[in-house]
């Protein structure tokens, strides 16, 4: 039994057996006032797990701002409101994204023939950027990637203002070759009904032969000097990857290739379809003629893990692990 102040002089205030709470013996009214701070923690509780969650879903579970539609809508028909979605496409099943003609993207492209092979392209770009950590997001105005095409067939994704052409990519006699601008959820950039592209005439010569192309007298037949590279190494990488693609199975099965930052690393890769070599997280890629082995060599020197995959078929070929 305890005396409360806030009852009249006398009057006694009993205690709730099972949680010692004091009850009021005048008006009957339970201990409100014991239940208040368990109601308030409870209550930011909640607050609390609603933050994290909206967070959650403005920044994606990697960090970066992510698109989310309804079921059977397309990213095209949910990417926002940048320029006008038109019904007409490139040709290729991409739609159409018309922006006015006033601060819209525009692509220049040349072509210069290599010392050793094929060509290298510029591409020179105004009011556009290339945004290769966002492809498949929404379309932001001013940014983006290409896709560069000979006679109308795509050849590779640009994600960059250079790339390397090799001559057997181009069959010998006259060609035309595109580059377009596309938004990151892969609606071409357009202004009054058309594409935002460049075209670059370009010829291919006989078969090893190409632009830039240059021979080789045979050498004698003799063995490797001592401390020679064995076949198929490559003498300016410190590793060496060879893959196949076949049939869409990759062999040896895609593992993981790991290097010490500032090792060079020489990819070999032979395809039975054309297809684009690309390297995650370095900007790299590769032109991989039908049928024949093209290489890619790189200095490894950012730490990470970073995928190496094929852009048409979707392959993972390995995964580059810098330490």
Known sequence: MTHDPAHPSGSVAPTDSAGGRTWCDVCGTP???????????????????????????????????????????????????????????????????????????????????????????????????????????????????????????????????????????????????????????????????????????????PPGQGAGAHTHAPAPAASSPPGGAPPGESPQADRTVTIAIRGGKVTPAPGRTELRRGERVALHVTSDRADTLHVHGYDKELALPAGQEATLTLTADRTGLFEVETHESGLVLTQLLVR
Do not use: I
Request: glycine residues 14%.
């Open 31 to 205: 201990p409100r006032a014991a239940h208040g701070p368990r109601r308030t923690l409870r209550t930011a509780a909640l607050v609390a797990v609603l933050l994290l969650l909206a967070g959650g879903a403005a920044t994606g579970c990697g960090g970066r701002a992510t698109t989310h539609h309804k079921p059977g809508t397309s990213h095209e028909q949910a990417s926002g409101s940048v320029g006008t979605l038109l019904e007409t496409d490139d040709g290729a099943g991409h739609r159409l994204r018309e922006v006015p003609a006033e601060g819209a993207p525009e692509v220049r492209v040349s072509a210069r023939p290599d010392t050793e092979d094929g060509w290298n392209l510029q591409l020179t770009v105004r009011n556009f950027r290339f945004t290769p950590d966002s492809t498949g997001g929404a379309a932001l105005p001013g940014a983006g990637h290409a896709h560069l095409e000979l006679d109308g067939r795509k050849l590779a994704r640009l994600y960059g203002r250079w790339f390397h052409l090799p001559a057997a990519q181009v069959p010998e006699g006259a060609h035309t070759l595109t580059v377009r601008l596309y938004a990151d959820d892969h609606t071409a950039w357009a202004v009054a009904g058309k594409p935002v592209e460049a075209a670059v005439p370009l010829t291919g010569g």
